[in-house]
């Protein structure tokens, strides 16, 4: 079975299970109920400025419904994201705080985007408990941000991004296989297949870290299942 860490479609494959993270409220319904969909539900950095706090409650509530039902679940895509195209930055730090308080209440793994804002999130993380389940989407940090992030129960996922910006590379090279998820990051079905997609960035992981394609398919295999252990 391979694991896709981060995606917004359903793969064109049974034998994918998939992190499918929600953006705006509308995503939360959409989500499809399937053994080989795990669902996170929240609303993206790109959509805080435009989001009402009435989103913001009943994403609580829905959350709050979800964990009644006792389905696996998380919290997510959240974070911040300090390009030019997102001048509300100071929205976006009240509803990642928001987002991660979620993740506490419900004991649940978040799904975290950052960019070029290292600084203001590593400080509103500082606030939560180090044993918060945080999944690190398409991590394009430092290696010296991922060493102080690996003292807390922090994952990092990687997308195929990786296979051409060597940082990323580099940071890919030196984390524990423990800690290592691997994601497509797909808003819809590339040209090139779901599976070949995924496939090749598992192998280029394996060259990476020097190990065979079968080895990091069982850490991640593994790596899931403790993300959402209590």
């Known amino acids: 079975m391979l694991i896709d860490a981060h995606t917004h479609i359903v793969p064109d494959s049974d034998d994918i299970t998939v992190i499918y993270n929600s953006v705006t409220a509308e995503d939360w319904e959409r989500i499809p109920a399937s053994p080989n969909i795990i669902p996170f539900y929240g609303i993206h950095p790109w959509h805080a400025k435009s989001c009402s706090k009435i989103e913001l409650v009943a994403l609580g509530q829905f959350i709050k419904e979800k964990k009644a039902a006792d389905i696996r679940f998380g919290i997510g895509e959240t974070g911040l994201d300090k390009t030019d195209r997102n001048p509300d930055f100071e929205d976006q730090k009240g509803f990642f705080a928001f987002h991660l308080w979620l ?103 394996a060259g990476v870290k020097n190990v065979t394609p079968e080895t990091v398919k069982k850490y991640i295999e593994n790596n899931i299942k403790t993300l959402f252990s209590p």
Not at 144 to 172: D, G, H, Y
Request: hydrophobic share 40%.
């Open 103 to 205: 993740a506490q209440q419900y004991q649940v793994p978040v799904a975290v985007h950052c960019v070029h804002a290292w600084g203001p999130f590593m400080e509103i993380l500082s606030e939560v408990p180090d044993n918060l389940p945080v999944l690190m989407h398409s991590y394009s940090g430092s290696l010296e941000t991922a060493k102080t992030l690996l003292k807390r129960n922090t994952w990092f996922s990687f997308s195929p991004s990786v296979q051409r910006i060597e940082k990323q590379t580099e940071v890919l090279r030196q984390i524990p296989l423990e800690n290592m998820f691997l994601e497509t990051d797909f808003t819809e079905i590339p040209s090139s297949g779901y599976r070949e997609t995924l496939e090749e960035l598992y192998n280029f992981a």
